[in-house]
């Protein structure tokens, strides 16, 4: 396949990069000549998609990340720009998510919830934005889901920390801009990832609704979600910004 020219030697940050959809968008992007950091709490995985994006030709860097902690997101978005020199492309692929009745979750799961999928957004474009801003450029793009646009049953929380991470890219995306920074979202439906081999245990009838639901009737594999923050990504979507691309076999529509 052709690569992208202009994404060759662009520098990009993908947390969440050690598995599923975060991993299949840093090979992607490694695939095109991008320079990656791949970032995750899981930091052996970071340093396993690291390995297969050198693999591929390019530097890569391995940076344990609990995008939690805002100082830890801070010390890798550092750690990057020492060992790259710029930083073009943020992409937010951590994320979590447990299947549960809403009235059977307690605080404790809400506040997870939302310090990985919510919070981990907005400390990844607090640290890297300045840099963004100072170089005249940049891209970011934040993994959301269908269920923040529709909600989905068992997930109420999560759907909430969705939709949040849908309405900040496309506030986000108006203040900056003025500064030649895109932020947009991709939004897909059930990907198949070890996240959601881990939730079907035990609801599988739900899955298997949610396929039925699928117009094109099967999951999505996660190189298909990442062809599209790729394209999101890439000069080739320069005049998009503040959308949600949905990647889900007609889910939904809207
Ligand atoms: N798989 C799906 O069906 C699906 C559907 C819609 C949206 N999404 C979203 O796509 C994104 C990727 O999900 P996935 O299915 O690839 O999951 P995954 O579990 O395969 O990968 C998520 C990665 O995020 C990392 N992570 C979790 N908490 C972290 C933290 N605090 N700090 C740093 N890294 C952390 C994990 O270690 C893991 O490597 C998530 O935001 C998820 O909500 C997934």
Known sequence: ????????EMVALVTGGGSGIGRAVALAL?????????????A??????AEEAKGMGVEALALPMDVRQGAS????????????????ILVCAAGTDRIAPFLETDEALWDEL???NYKGVLHACKAVLPHMVAQGGGTIVNLASDAGRVGSSGEAVYSG??????????????EVARYGIRVNAVAPGPTDTPLLHRLRQGHEGLFEAMVRATPMRRLAQPEEVAEAVVFLASPRASFITGQVLSVSGGLTMC
Request: glycine share 8%; net charge positive.
């Open 1 to 8: 396949m052709e690569t992208l020219k202009e994404l060759k």
């Open 30 to 42: 490694a695939r095109e000549g991008v320079r990656v950091a791949v970032a995750d709490l899981q």
């Open 44 to 49: 052996e995985k970071a340093i396993q998609v």
């Open 73 to 88: 997101v801070a010390r890798g978005v550092e750690e990057a720009l020492g060992a790259f020199g710029k930083l073009d």
């Open 114 to 116: 939302i310090a990985v």
């Open 161 to 174: 920390t969705k939709g949040a991470v849908i309405a900040f890219t496309k506030a986000l995306a108006r």
